[in-house]
C-alpha cells in the first residue's frame, strides 16, 4: 500500500489536479476522443478488415485504460460506475469486442464520450483560464457542443436501427440528412420511412427530437442568461431582463443593446 498510494495520487493529479501538466494531459484526452469520433463516423460503412479491427482493438485498450484508471482514483466506486459517460464507455467497449460480429454501426455512440468531457469541471477550469474566447462565450459554445453531440446521437440511432433497412439510408452521411430534414421539420420527403419500425422511430424524433432541438438551438442565439458581475455579491449570471440581483437584491445596470 506504501507504494501504491504515491502512484494513485500521481493518477489523481494528471486527471484532478492543477498543474500545467494535467490541463496537457485533459486537453490530450479530449484530442483523442475527438479524433475518434471522426475515426468511428469515418469507418461505420466500411467493411470490416483486419486493419480496422486492429485500430478498434487499439482504441478500445485506450479507453479501457483511461476507465480503469478513473475508477481506481474515484472515492466512491459505486457511484462513479452508474454515471452516464461510464455507462455508455461500457457500452461503446461492448461494440468494439462485438464488432466482428455486429459490425461497425454501433461504434458511433461514441459521440456521447464528447459531451462528458466538455462538461468535466476540470476541463471546464482549464477552457476558462487558457481561453479568453470560451470565456465571453461559454454557455454559446456548450450549447453548440450540445446541438451538434444530440444531432449526431439522434443520426446514430437512425442510422444503427434503420440504416439499409429503409431506401435512401444507405450511410451515416443519408442518416444525418434524413435526421436534419426531420428535426428541422423541413420534410423534403425525397427520403421517407416506410417500414412500420421506421415510421415509429420518426414519430419519436419529431415528439421528443424537434421539442430539445429547438430549445438547444435557442439557447444559442438567445441565452437565458446574460453575464454581469453583482458590485454587491459578485453573482455573474442574471436573467436577460433583471434589474435587481436575486440573491442579494442590488440594483444592476446590465448593458443591452440600444441603451445609450
Not at 498543474?19 to 466500411?46: E, H, N, P, Q, W
Not at 440511432?157 to 439499409?164: A, I, K, Q, S
Not at 420527403?189 to 415528439?207: Q, W, Y
Not at 435557442?218 to 459578485?234: D, Y
Amino acid at each position: 500500500m506504501a507504494e501504491e498510494r504515491p502512484l494513485r495520487d500521481r493518477v489523481r493529479l494528471l486527471y484532478e489536479g492543477r498543474s500545467k501538466r494535467a490541463s496537457r494531459f485533459r486537453y490530450g484526452l479530449l484530442v483523442f476522443d475527438l479524433v475518434t469520433i471522426v475515426f468511428f463516423l469515418a469507418t461505420a460503412t466500411m467493411p470490416m478488415t483486419r486493419e480496422l479491427l486492429m485500430a478498434d482493438a487499439v482504441i478500445g485498450g485506450l479507453i479501457a485504460l483511461d476507465l480503469v484508471l478513473r475508477f481506481w482514483i474515484a472515492e466512491r466506486k459505486l457511484r462513479f460506475l452508474r454515471r452516464f459517460y461510464v455507462i455508455v464507455d461500457v457500452v461503446v467497449l461492448a461494440a468494439l469486442v462485438m464488432a466482428p460480429f455486429i459490425g461497425q454501426g454501433l461504434v458511433v455512440l461514441r459521440v456521447l464520450r464528447a459531451l462528458r468531457l466538455v462538461h468535466s469541471y476540470h476541463l471546464m477550469r482549464d477552457l476558462r483560464r487558457d481561453w479568453l474566447l470560451f470565456r465571453r462565450h461559454e454557455d454559446t459554445l456548450i450549447a453548440a457542443l450540445n446541438l451538434l453531440v444530440f444531432i449526431f446521437a439522434m443520426t446514430a440511432l437512425v442510422f444503427v436501427l434503420r440504416g439499409g433497412e429503409e431506401p435512401g439510408i444507405g450511410s451515416y452521411v443519408d442518416a444525418l440528412y434524413f435526421t436534419v430534414a426531420t428535426l428541422t421539420t423541413t420534410g423534403f420527403g425525397d427520403i421517407t420511412m416506410t417500414t412500420p419500425a421506421g415510421r415509429l422511430l420518426s414519430v419519436g424524433i419529431m415528439v421528443v427530437g424537434v421539442g430539445l432541438f429547438l430549445q438547444l438551438v435557442r439557447a444559442i442565439f438567445s441565452p437565458a442568461k446574460v453575464k454581469h458581475t453583482c458590485s454587491n455579491c459578485g453573482l455573474t449570471k442574471h436573467d436577460t431582463d433583471a434589474i435587481h440581483c436575486k440573491h442579494c437584491g442590488e440594483d444592476l445596470k446590465i448593458e443591452t443593446e440600444g441603451a445609450t
